[in-house]
């Protein structure tokens, strides 16, 4: 909202911004210049941090039109730029807009509230929709090919490492040879049958993990985030900072990788006991704190959908160690 009575996309749009108090309690303290959120979604975080920091000039992407709507709306009159891109593209989007430094940078992954509840949108395993899943509808891809058309093998792979699926094997054969399998009700119930009766009441719905692998896989979540990651810290200036808030274990490994590189805490070179070469450039961040934060119980018993976020932070205070200075 604006102050004022909520738009009919307001309204339509609502998403409660995780961890919003540690995010801007963090990023308050940027240099002024552009600030880059990188998932701008409903315009959640955006606007709370420009409550605390009127002077800086947003921009704001994400791939799904519908949240570009929204941003552009909540966001109005504050001197914000809301792009419709994935933030695989943020360099391009920067230099189109002539930016090439950024004093910050925020990535908060996976879907948005709104994408769940609608079911059009085919996210939910609870509300029958068309198997959809597509944040970016110009996008070919959709969860219809991968649940109707990929191989068994295919299917079980991104089950296991998207969903860390326990009955992947056997939750893919299920849906190979139900189909057609035309709605996000009838493949929540075929993947409810699959799974051993005992597993059934525990962990929360028994598609949950289905629906998380074949979302990632359809809207190709992870393979961006290393580049983009790296990119953000690339054409960040000195002091400038950076908060990702990450959903599920497959995220946050990636994020926790690129960070405690570009940190100069590179477990792989510790672990196979290589010394901190002599040329190897300075840590290009520093993370503040050393590891990561979890909601409070109060936001989580509150919005549920918080509970398994992971906040990472950091400083940056060098050059970039894999892309160098913008
Ligand atoms: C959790 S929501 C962000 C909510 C936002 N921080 C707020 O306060 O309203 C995640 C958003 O990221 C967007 N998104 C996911 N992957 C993206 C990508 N590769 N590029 C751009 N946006 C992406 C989704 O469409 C969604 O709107």
């Known amino acids: 909202m604006n102050g004022g009575t909520p738009t009919a996309i307001e309204r339509r749009f609502v998403h409660h911004p995780v961890m919003v108090t540690e995010v801007v309690e963090h990023l308050a303290a940027v240099p002024s210049g552009a600030f880059l959120d990188a998932t701008v979604g409903g315009g959640g975080h955006a606007r709370a941090l420009l409550n605390a920091r009127p002077d800086l000039s947003l ?10 709507e929204a941003a552009t709306t909540v966001l109005v009159g504050r001197g914000a730029k809301i792009c419709h891109a994935s933030f ?9 807009l002539g930016i090439s430094r950024i004093v910050g940078s925020l990535f908060d992954f996976g879907v948005s509230s709104p994408q769940l509840d609608m079911p059009e949108r085919g996210f939910s395993y609870r509300r029958d929709g068309p198997l959809d899943m597509r944040m970016d509808c110009a996008q070919k891809l959709s ?54 009766a005992p597993a059934r009441r525990r962990g929360g719905h028994p598609a949950k993990r289905t629906f998380q692998a074949i979302r990632i896989a359809v809207n190709d979540e992870l393979n961006q985030i290393e580049p983009a990651l790296e990119t953000a810290i690339g054409r960040m200036a000195p002091e400038g900072r950076g908060v990702v808030l990450s959903y599920h274990s497959g995220e946050d490994r990636i994020v926790k990788r690129v960070l405690r590189r570009q940190a100069g805490l590179d477990d792989e070179a510790r672990l196979r006991g290589l010394p901190r070469a002599a040329t190897q450039a300075p840590p290009a961040i520093e993370l503040v704190p050393r590891g990561s934060r979890r909601p409070s119980p109060a936001e989580v018993a509150d919005n549920p959908r918080a509970s398994s976020a992971r906040f990472r932070a950091f400083v940056k205070r060098n050059a970039a160690i894999d892309e160098g200075e913008a």
Not at 59 to 68: C, E, F, N, Q, Y
Not at 88 to 96: E, N
Not at 164 to 188: F, V
């Open 88 to 96: 695989g593209q943020l360099g391009d989007v920067l230099d189109s």
């Open 143 to 196: 969860a219809d090919q991968v649940v109707n058309t990929w191989p068994t093998d295919e299917l079980a792979g991104i089950l296991r490492s998207y969903g860390d699926e326990r009955y992947a094997s056997r939750i893919a054969a299920a849906i190979a040879s139900a189909r057609p399998i035309a709605s996000t009700t009838a493949l929540a119930e075929v993947v409810r049958d699959a799974v051993p």
């Open 59 to 68: 921009i704001g992407l994400d791939r799904d039109p519908s949240a570009v």
